[in-house]
């Protein structure tokens, strides 16, 4: 597709459940990034791909929270034994590189745990 | 402290007015600067770049200040299209972009 493309859009869950986000980032961009954004809050940073591994994921806030890209160009977040402070928009951005420069960012998959 | 602060607003102006907003940033070594742009429930754009020489985009105009680490953005002649929540970006090192909260602008008719 022509941008990076995220899904599901929304996604209501009950405490305590597993969830899967998934991204398919812009043909070609070999870096790609995870964030998340509370409401009135900007994007806070949790993990970026370079290639299949991950270089950085400082920002999984516990270890309920793991992503996978194990071919290169799709990733999945996964989210285990949800709680209701998880509740934000999970935003998906992808660059060419890592180059400090412009991210494209998809259109963000928003999670209610209820 | 917050790597990245900027005045959450929001700024309320009239159609026409020059607005600015300031954004600090607390690690030195940070090296790259970028504003994006956020409209409602929508994904967050970038705007433009930040130079140390200062740019300009039109009715944007962007600002570094290295020795007071902060970083600002000028808008001319607001438009009602300008509202929006203008985040302040900073790179540092190899890491991911560190985003600020965010300064909302609603331009009023």
């Known amino acids: 597709g022509a941008g990076v493309s995220q899904t599901p859009s929304n996604k209501v869950t009950e405490k305590g459940k597993y969830v899967e986000l998934r991204c398919d980032p812009i043909s070609g961009h070999t870096a790609l990034y995870w964030y998340r954004q509370s409401l009135g809050q900007g994007p806070e940073f949790l993990i970026y791909?370079?290639?299949?591994?991950?270089?950085?994921d400082s920002g999984l806030p516990n270890d309920r929270f793991f992503a996978v890209r194990p071919e290169g160009s799709v990733s999945t977040l996964k989210i285990q034994r949800t709680e209701r402070g998880d509740s934000a928009v999970y935003l998906c951005a992808s660059s060419p590189a890592l180059t400090g420069g412009e991210l494209f960012f998809g259109e963000g998959s928003r999670l209610t745990v209820l | 402290r917050k790597e990245v602060e900027q005045d959450p607003g929001p700024f309320n102006v009239p159609e026409g007015a020059t607005v600015a907003f300031n954004c600090t940033y607390s690690n030195s070594a940070s090296q790259s600067f970028f504003w994006y742009r956020q409209d409602c429930r929508k994904e967050p754009k970038l705007l433009m770049s930040v130079y140390s020489s200062g740019n300009e985009d039109g009715r944007f105009t962007a600002q570094l200040n290295r020795a007071s680490q902060y970083i600002s953005l000028l808008i001319r002649d607001s438009k009602l299209s300008d509202s929006a929540t203008y985040l302040c970006v900073v790179h540092t090192g190899r890491r991911a972009l560190t985003f600020g909260s965010g300064t909302r602008l609603q331009v009023q008719p």
């Open positions: 791909f370079q290639g299949t591994g991950a270089a950085d």
